[in-house]
């Protein structure tokens, strides 16, 4: 059984930073891809950035220059340092972890971005 952790997240200032790290277990072969994705209250789940076992990245426009995802392959774990965050960033963010033929997804962890 595949397993999700996520770590990270919290209460921040607006212009602060926060870094978000999520582990996968449980599986026998690497994920062909990791991401974050988030979702606020009465909104769809949104991708914030993703990056491929090759390293391919994708970031949704809203946090180009501000976010970085990264991916330590032999740990399966993925990262996303986010700054200059302001009160639109607020939101669940949820880990993805995507396998080609089945995908997982973590219990999700807070962001808050509020003075």
């Known amino acids: 059984q595949v397993q999700v952790v996520e770590s990270g997240g919290g209460l921040v200032q607006p212009g602060g930073s926060l870094s978000l790290s999520c582990a996968a277990s449980?599986?026998?072969?690497?994920?062909?891809?990791m991401g974050w994705y988030r979702q606020t209250p009465g909104n769809q789940r949104e991708l914030v950035a993703r990056?491929?076992?090759?390293?391919?990245?994708f970031y949704a426009d809203f946090v180009k220059g501000r976010f970085t995802i990264s991916r330590d392959n032999a740990k399966r774990t993925v990262y996303l340092q986010m700054n200059s965050l302001n009160s639109e960033d607020t939101a669940v963010y949820y880990c993805?972890?995507?396998?080609?033929?089945?995908?997982?997804w973590g219990q999700g962890t807070q962001v808050t971005v509020s003075s």
């Open positions: 993805n972890v995507d396998f080609a033929i089945r995908e997982y």
């Open positions: 449980g599986s026998g072969v690497s994920p062909y891809a």
């Open positions: 990056m491929t076992f090759s390293g391919t990245t």
